[in-house]
């Protein structure tokens, strides 16, 4: 019998079929949630509103790590005298209050788990190999580096996966990413993939989940592979992944919550079956020389805008496409940057060091043997290091690289987001330009109008060293300076820390079961598996507005400072924010939305890639609350695209030839009407026919809500999870009541970080 070959990805995806429809739209069982405080409150709130509870509670695991400060904690009483601004607060004791009400793990502030999602899930072998893993972040990517299936989602989302433990999904396209060859020495994976994302661009990826492999990828380490899946979605794509292989099992091994025993063997022997099968068919291919590389730098404002660090600022004049060259002059603005000079020769005020990209023990031990036994340079303000948890702060600390740091002049800060996407104090004042180890340079990222360039540790450390952006490379061959000494002590075992080991108590096994079942009686049979919910879509008409921008990121959509609300509503006056109004709050009267008729939009015409970057749903949030129900662009970002549908909202993608047509035509201040049923747009005596799924259709002329539909099915997830407790024991979390974590802040009320 012919097999078909499949790749990494299908093996994973096809294994968590609970059910697919004749459209296909598959459900997903989903086997790990990682929740933090920032897109998680509307979807509590949303499942107390219909009576739901979690389907199960411990299969996910939460964590605070965007809102707080990373001030030292060695005084933190509370978290009211603790956390100064008040919405981050409200947003963390929200979450603490709601991890205890529908009984989820939680690691709080002042458990030494605690840390940037990305980075304790893959610490406390929560993230598997072969596993399905969400969360309401768009870097959840990151843990694709394990040969999960690992994608960002939107709060609506992270709401149906509490209450039913799936998610709807169709299937990606399969794009691989073959890397030859070895990396040069001083070139770190963050070099890399910067480098793959300058070549296919922030969009090279929309649609697919990206494989990586090859010679260069097999002989990475853990952290620098999470650091390239990390970064997937800064090309576009649902997912990054790479197949497990004995460095995977090397690192997962004694994890806290990997399979121990006999349950590790049968994990090993699955996990080894995993990998793409001889003659699997990719719908795109890309082929990277790894001997190309550089040391890679940004010098705009998009993950793309990339050239070696000896390169020089590039020119918009010797660009011909004139949108791409009006895009670079306003980066170049925006930079504080002149065509045509080395990047080298502009001086750095800033220098962060952290991020789920790079704020791992590895990340922080090539940092410090660059700046061992120097200096930062003069002109540096400020050198920070915020290592991705708890545990990776311990960890530096055990091997002395705190103080190596702190005598080069550095501050060595508590784990959290940090200066990543400034939501806590960590920001750039304007202007401020910054070497970031951080995944996004978009405008105002890292505070208001302050410069990021993104770089590798290495180069983020060499960065803070000579005051300027320099090839790493130059400490490797400096006879003055020495060559640095990578710091290798792996002797450190975070498995055998006290707050990190979990028993595994074998009555507790009846009791998840006892649970799950008891949940999923009530849900459906009583009121919960209602299915009315959002607002119906059949027919709208009204004025469009024209943005003819390419890539309009999520940020620039909501930014940040915006993120902290614990509610779906009142958005609508911050959507654009930064170009929608000056410092003290004027509209700007170039653009567009602040002129008539387009206030009054109810669609919006844009460019490719729309909706990129973070999975905020405050971002439909925002353009719905403005009023604009429809958007029509050449593409969207996967999850912006997903989270619209969620709140009764349509985006249309549609050739680029159409797309201008209408770009045309709200230029020239033309109603438009968008009628679902019919599939067409109408505008000056004109139709634009346009594709729509059919499920999605459906729920948006009848106003459905997906968990609602979802849990008509539950008889269906109740078996596909039993055969999975039968067929994978190891994919299983069972609470223990053995341990509960050391000193809890007094109002810190969640009950079930007891593994
Ligand atoms: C807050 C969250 C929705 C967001 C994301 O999805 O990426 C954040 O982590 C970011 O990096 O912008
Ligand atoms: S990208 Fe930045 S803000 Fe987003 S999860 Fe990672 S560290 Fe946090």
């Not at 619209?644 to 201008?660: A, D, R, S, T």
């Not at 039993?722 to 810190?748: H, T, V, Y």
Request: proline share 5%; net charge negative; aromatic share 8%.
């Amino acid at each position: 019998m012919y097999i078909i070959p499949k790749t990494l990805y299908d093996k994973v995806f096809d294994s968590h079929v609970v059910d697919r429809q004749e459209d296909g739209t598959c459900l997903l069982y989903i086997d790990r949630h990682l929740i933090h405080e920032v897109t998680s409150p509307q979807a509590f709130e949303g499942l107390r509103t219909a009576g739901r509870k979690a389907r199960r509670p411990e299969l996910a695991l939460a964590t605070v790590d965007h809102n707080i400060p990373t001030d030292s904690r060695k005084d933190l009483k509370d978290l009211e005298s603790f956390i100064h601004q008040p919405d981050s607060r409200t947003q963390v004791l929200a979450l603490e209050y709601n991890v205890k009400e529908f009984g989820l793990s939680y690691f709080g502030m002042t458990d030494k788990r605690q840390g940037i999602v990305h980075v304790i899930g893959p610490e406390q072998g929560f993230t598997l190999p072969a596993t399905t893993l969400v969360c309401g972040d768009s870097h959840t990517s990151t843990h694709g580096a394990f040969g999960a299936l690992a994608f960002g989602i939107g709060t609506s989302e992270v709401e149906h996966v509490l209450a039913t433990q799936t998610i709807l999904q169709r299937k990606s396209k399969n794009m691989r990413i073959h890397v030859s060859g070895k990396l040069p020495e001083g070139i770190a994976s963050k070099d890399l993939m910067l480098h793959i994302i300058g070549v296919i661009g922030t969009a090279g990826g929309t649609g697919c989940v990206i494989e990586f492999c090859g010679e260069a990828i097999e002989a990475l380490s853990m952290e620098a592979r999470m650091s390239m899946c990390n970064m997937s979605i800064e090309a576009g794509a649902r997912a990054g992944m790479i197949a497990p292989d004995e460095t995977t099992y090397e690192y997962v091994k004694n994890r806290p919550l990997a399979p121990k025993g006999e349950d590790w063997e049968q994990a090993v022997a699955y996990w080894k079956t995993l990998g793409s099968d001889e003659g699997a068919k990719y719908d795109i291919e890309v082929e990277i020389n790894a001997a190309d590389i550089l040391p890679t730098v940004t010098w705009g404002t998009s993950p793309q805008d990339v050239i070696p660090v000896n390169g020089l600022v590039p020119d918009p004049s010797k660009v011909n496409d004139t949108v791409r060259s009006t895009s670079i002059q306003r980066s170049l603005e925006y930079m504080g940057l002149e065509p045509n000079v080395p990047i080298t020769s502009y001086p750095i005020d800033k220098i962060f060091i952290g991020s789920c990209t790079n704020s791992r023990i590895e990340d922080l031990r090539l940092a410090a043997s660059i700046v061992k036994g120097r200096k930062i340079a003069s002109n540096i303000k400020h050198a920070m290091i915020v290592p991705g948890s708890g545990l990776v702060k311990k960890m530096a600390e055990a091997e002395g690289l705190d103080q190596i740091f702190i005598e080069a002049g550095f501050d060595w800060r508590e784990a959290g987001c940090s200066m990543c996407l400034g939501m806590n104090p960590d920001q750039l004042k304007p202007y401020e330009r910054c070497a970031s180890t951080s995944n996004r340079n978009f405008e105002g990222r890292q505070g208001a109008k302050g410069r990021t360039h993104l770089v590798s540790p290495a180069m983020a450390a060499a960065a803070s060293v000579k005051g300027y952006l320099c090839n790493v490379r130059e400490f490797f061959g400096d006879t003055n300076t020495g060559t640095p000494t990578v710091i290798t002590n792996r002797n450190y075992d975070p498995s055998h820390d006290a707050g990190s080991v979990v028993t595994l108590a074998v009555d507790d096994a009846t009791d998840a079961v006892t649970d799950s079942a008891g949940m999923t009686t009530s849900v459906a049979d009583g009121p919960n598996s209602s299915t009315a919910g959002i607002p119906k879509f059949t027919v709208v008409s009204g004025i469009a507005a024209p943005l003819p921008v390419t890539n309009v990121d999520t940020d620039k959509i909501i930014p940040k400072q915006f993120l902290k609300t614990i509610k779906r509503t009142g958005l609508g006056k911050f959507a654009f924010y930064d170009i929608r109004f000056d410092a003290e709050g004027n509209e700007l009267p170039e653009f567009v939305l602040n002129r008539e008729p387009y206030r009054n939009a109810s669609i919006l015409v844009a460019q490719e890639n729309f909706g990129c970057g973070s999975s905020r749903e405050h971002a439909p949030w925002a353009l719905n609350d403005f009023g604009i129900r429809v958007i029509i662009a050449p593409s969207f970002a996967d999850i912006f695209f997903n989270n619209c549908f969620k709140n009764g909202m349509l985006p249309i993608p549609l050739p680029v030839e159409q797309v201008n047509e209408l770009m045309a035509a709200a230029e020239k201040e033309l109603e438009f009407t968008v009628d679902l049923p019919n599939q067409v747009i109408r505008y000056d005596g004109k139709e634009i026919k346009f594709e729509v799924e059919s499920f999605r259709k459906h729920c948006l002329i009848n106003g459905l809500d997906d968990i609602g539909l979802t849990l008509q099915k539950a008889t269906k997830i109740d078996a596909f999870e039993s055969a999975r407790e039968k067929n994978f024991p190891w994919m299983n979390i069972r609470r223990s009541r053995a341990r509960l974590s050391p000193s809890r802040p007094k109002q810190s009320t969640s009950g079930r970080s007891d593994w």
